[in-house]
């Protein structure tokens, strides 16, 4: 049997035992039990399964681990000492969700537009995040989060 | 006026599923103490059920068995902590919350100490199902009923300790306190040491909306900061140790019949349990893709039928009416007598195409037996049902099988059907480990069920005054909700013709109100044309209900009806009506595209009436996410099929509204407290596709009849 792979995954290291073809998705759930990061299509189209490769928005259900090289940030990695990231607050204090399956996915890659426009338009926003699908239709809420995280993060830079 | 209102919102709605006898509660009263701790519980009974005849209601039950027609509960135990039961599930319409509002407002507790417990066929009673718009209509009133009796039992126990009468005390803040000698004790004090049960009183009044404290505002959601972690755990997410994935064999076409089945390559792989069951063939296996692995490795033959293809759906509709089952018809009278005082006739046919509820949550189940008794956690919005068909299909007693439904990621009407709980249960069961089902998207998209398509054919008539002189109505097969006019028509025929569906169909939001408002509102424009009048003066001249005209006058009003075109390709559109107790209104702003035909949404305002608003936030969020999905429908969703098999089950090829699609969306609240609440999830979405249809007739001049309107889009 081949050695266990590595991923490091919100700051932990993991080896893992799934095939190098085995998706990120599928070794998240169900290898390392990180359920955060949900399936919704299989094939790229609705983004619940964004996590963070590098700080590159990656849809986890595409992604074979063996071409996973840089660290793994997932919905369960955003949370540091008890306090939320600033867009998850935002989705929060919102009420960006309904169901909010689609949550994970919505606020991973908000971390990752944030991460490239500090300040983006809603015309932006819209642009970036229209892979994500939320069948409750929250988009608009979801823009204002956004919106908000950013102004909280410019703050919290200063 | 108030016959109107009668006639139409509570309409029976044949693709909803039947109400049944409320089920049998077998817990008595020493158990329910010895489960939940002692402290006070107050029941509701159903309406007519004969525990509420026989004791009159709002006597002490006395024997030792609980009522068997629970439909709610409320337990307050001794540490004061309130938890409110309910058989209704949470699937994103934020019902976890504002239930719990209800309960808190009408028991004067903070908000923060009350938990519902839902839909779990162990803990909570009989309930049909969430669906229907049902919930805010007749569970909050329920759990009120119930917290109010709750109220006067803690006030009766206060009065009797003080010697004084309940009359005299005060209920506020968790507490009871006798104003007079200023004495007070916390319902955690009157609690301790208690096994009161009651059961509901019948008429024990509720506390009225113009009163309320914590019902009427935007509460924040139950448990969100679960959601933005990532913490909380959908049914897809749950791994009970030693679960085994399960993965099913799926005929090649609707229609199809084994003839054969080889087994033998896929029972030769180690790790996989196989199941054949009659027309079920599946397999477990400790990873997905060593369950797929072992379906991909039986060998089975089909037998193919003919099946319609969506190019021909329409016509098949037409020849394929169910003669076996009786039409809806009501009617008052003559249609020829109308028609022939009008000064214009109108003759349209509409189509509705079938479109798909995908929820972003496929569905998923994970079953565990143990000792012959079977657990099933699944996102359905039918947990009693879903128990009663595992406990037919595995010839179980009810009381063997618990049904358990985690906050679910949506349904929109499509998780009705126990599926994938009986093939996660099946698969259990031959394995001894605890399984999991989670449909794959093409799954969903192909082996749940689709909102029914129709054929809508309106023949009607207007005098030269604008006033309706006549309205024929015949809907094939989409559905009888939302179908009767809510325009003041002294000649009417409107009729349902059931049809022998191509396709599986069911249950969705808003239900066939969608098509039957497309129809309608759509002829109701071009009527006003043909009369040359405003579309909205001419609605509110044959409009007879005041709340009907409050809405469409409030949605004109911030919209800027009538507006004035700016700039080529741009049209406005008005529609709206009464359904499921609810009254909406919506004015649409569209741009066409001359060249290509590409219709946009640039603005959208929708005024929505339900009544007394629980919680006004939550209830915004469900209006623009009705219209936000309603926009799918309404310009480009569509299954299409061929040979029994559907050729667009991806979400890469079913287009559903994207960030990029929303319009500049406003949305209007009519708070009505002296009214009761109507439910709210579905109706907001019924006036955007003829908003918009009307809007590309006003860019265009031409009048689309389909929906999708624009599948090109």
Not at chain 2, 77 to 95: C, L, M, P, R, Y
Not at chain 2, 283 to 310: D, L
Not at chain 2, 505 to 519: E, I, K, P, V, W
């Amino acid at each position: 049997m081949a050695p266990p792979l590595e991923l490091e995954v919100n700051g932990q290291k993991y080896p893992v035992h799934s095939d190098p073809d085995t998706r990120l998705l599928t070794v998240l759930r169900d290898e390392l039990g990180l359920t955060g990061t949900k399936y919704g299509c299989g094939e790229g189209q609705c983004g619940a399964c964004t996590v963070l490769i590098g700080s590159s928005p990656r849809r986890s259900c595409q992604m074979p681990i063996g071409e996973v090289v840089q660290p793994v940030t997932t919905i369960e990695g955003l949370e540091k000492n008890g306090h939320l990231h600033p867009v998850q607050q935002a989705f929060l204090d919102l009420e960006a969700f309904q169901c909010a399956y689609c949550t994970s996915g919505m606020i991973i890659s908000s971390v990752a537009l944030l991460a490239q426009k500090p300040n983006p338009s809603p015309t932006e926003i819209a642009q970036f995040m229209q892979g994500n699908i939320c069948r409750c239709g929250t988009y608009p809420r979801i823009v204002d989060a956004i919106q908000q995280a950013a102004k909280s993060m410019e703050k919290q830079a200063r | 006026m108030s016959t109107v209102a009668k006639k139409f919102t509570h309409e029976p709605e044949r693709y909803e599923f039947r109400e049944r006898p409320i089920h049998h509660f077998t817990l008595h009263r020493r158990d329910f103490f010895k489960f939940f701790g002692a402290g006070i519980a107050v029941f509701a009974l159903a309406k007519d059920s004969p525990a509420t005849q026989e004791s009159g209601g709002g006597r002490r039950n006395h024997s030792d068995e609980l009522p068997k027609e629970i439909t709610a509960w409320l337990h307050i135990s001794e540490d004061g902590s309130v938890t409110a039961f309910t058989g209704k599930v949470e699937i994103g319409q934020n019902i976890r919350t504002s239930l719990a509002q209800s309960v808190a407002d009408e028991l004067r507790v903070p908000f923060e100490s009350v938990r519902m417990v839902m839909g779990d066929t162990a803990l909570t009673p009989f309930d049909m199902g969430t669906f229907g718009s049902r919930t805010t209509p007749t569970m909050a009133p329920q759990l009120r009923r119930v917290a109010s009796a709750a109220r006067d039992l803690l006030l009766q126990t206060a009065a009797k300790e003080w010697n004084t009468a309940p009359e005299k005390l005060v209920a506020a803040n968790a507490k009871i306190t006798d104003p007079v000698s200023g004495r007070s004790a916390t319902y955690a004090e009157l609690a301790r040491g208690k096994t009161l049960a009651q059961n509901l009183p019948d008429e024990d009044p509720m506390t009225p909306a113009s009163e309320w404290t914590i019902a009427g505002k935007s509460l924040p959601k139950v448990d969100a900061r679960a959601f933005v972690t990532g913490r909380h755990q959908y049914t897809s997410d749950l791994r009970p140790a030693g679960l085994l994935h399960g993965k099913v064999l799926r005929p090649p076409s609707f229609g199809a019949t084994m003839t054969s089945c080889d087994l033998s390559a896929a029972q030769k792989l180690p790790a996989a349990v196989v199941v054949h069951d009659g027309d079920f063939v599946a397999a477990a296996a400790p990873s997905e893709s060593e369950a797929e692995e072992a379906v991909a490795a039986i060998r089975a033959q089909w037998k193919e039928t003919p099946q319609p293809s969506s190019s021909e759906l329409f016509p098949y509709l037409k020849q394929n009416v169910d003669t076996s089952e009786h039409s809806d018809l009501t009617q008052s009278g003559s249609i020829a007598d109308g028609l022939a005082r009008a000064a214009h006739r109108l003759d349209s046919t509409y189509t509705i195409a079938y479109i798909a509820h995908a929820p972003l949550e496929p569905r998923a189940a994970v079953a565990e037996w143990k000792d012959n008794k079977l657990t099933v956690w699944t996102g359905t919005q039918r947990p009693f049902a879903t128990r009663d068909a595992l406990a037919d299909a595995f010839h179980l007693s009810n009381e063997s099988v618990r049904v358990i439904v985690p906050d679910t990621g949506s349904a929109y009407g499509g998780k009705h059907t126990p599926d994938a709980a009986l093939e996660a249960a099946r698969l259990a069961r031959a394995a001894g480990k605890p399984v999991k089902i989670v449909w794959t998207r093409e799954e969903e998209f192909t082996w749940a069920y689709f909102r029914p398509a129709g054929v809508i054919e309106i023949k009607s008539g207007v005098a030269a005054d604008g006033t309706l002189t006549a309205w024929e109505f015949h809907n094939y097969n989409s559905g009888a909700a939302g179908i009767g006019t809510p325009y003041t028509v002294a000649n009417q025929h409107i009729e349902f013709h059931p049809v022998r569906s191509p396709l599986r169909q069911g249950s969705y939001r808003g239900l066939a109100a969608t098509a039957n408002h497309f129809a309608r509102e759509s002829h109701m424009n071009d009527l006003a044309h043909a009369a040359n009048l405003d579309p909205l003066e001419f609605r509110l001249k044959n409009i007879a209900d005041p709340r009907l005209r409050d809405v469409f006058q409030a949605a004109a009003k911030s919209f800027g009806w009538p507006a004035k075109k700016s700039r080529p390709g741009q049209g406005f559109g008005i529609g709206g009506g009464i359904e499921k107790g609810g009254y909406v209104a919506t004015c649409a702003e569209i741009s066409s595209d001359d060249y290509s035909g590409a219709i946009r949404v640039v603005r959208a305002v929708t005024a929505f009436e339900c009544g007394a608003i629980v919680n006004p936030d939550g209830l915004r969020n469900q209006i623009m996410g009705a219209n936000i999905m309603g926009l799918g429908g309404a310009l480009f969703e569509a299954m299409t099929f061929d040979g029994g098999r559907i050729t667009n089950a991806r979400f890469s090829r079913y287009r559903v509204p994207r960030f990029r699609d929303v319009p500049d969306m406003e949305i209007i609240l009519l708070d009505r407290k002296d009214i009761p609440s109507a439910g709210a999830g579905e109706t907001p979405l019924v006036g955007l596709a003829p908003a918009i249809g009307n809007a590309i007739f006003d860019a265009t001049g031409v009048r689309r009849t389909t929906l999708p309107l624009a599948p090109r889009t």
